[in-house]
């Protein structure tokens, strides 16, 4: 059985810094993307940044700039700067291969004074 294990998410002021982490564990044979959504409530679940297994990345218009994805073999990072409070969501991060996918239980980001 694969496990997402998400961890970094908390409380800080607008202007500050986060950096997420989603450590996979148990059998990937291959990966072929990696990523992060993110949900605010009231809102729709919405893409923040993918990577691929190629290393090409993707990111929502509103976080470019801000929002850093990387990855190593078996963990996926997001590293969040400047945030904003509209940035304030519930991330999950997930794993994808060829026929499945993985989806970490979420950490909870919050952007307030």
């Known amino acids: 059985q694969v496990q997402l294990v998400e961890s970094g998410g908390g409380l800080v002021q607008p202007g500050g810094s986060l950096r997420l982490s989603c450590a996979a564990s148990?059998?990937?044979?291959?990966?072929?993307?990696m990523g992060w959504d993110r949900q605010a409530p009231g809102k729709q679940r919405e893409l923040v940044a993918t990577?691929?297994?190629?290393?090409s990345t993707n990111y929502a218009d509103s976080v470019k700039g801000r929002f850093t994805i990387s990855n190593t073999k078996n963990t996926v990072y997001l590293q969040m700067n400047s945030l904003e409070p509209e940035d304030t969501a519930v991330y999950y991060c997930?794993?994808?291969?060829?026929?499945?996918?993985?989806w970490g239980q979420g950490t909870q980001v919050t952007v307030s004074s």
């Open positions: 148990g059998s990937i044979v291959t990966i072929s993307t």
């Open positions: 990577i691929s297994r190629g290393g």
């Open positions: 997930y794993v994808r291969t060829w026929s499945t996918e993985y």
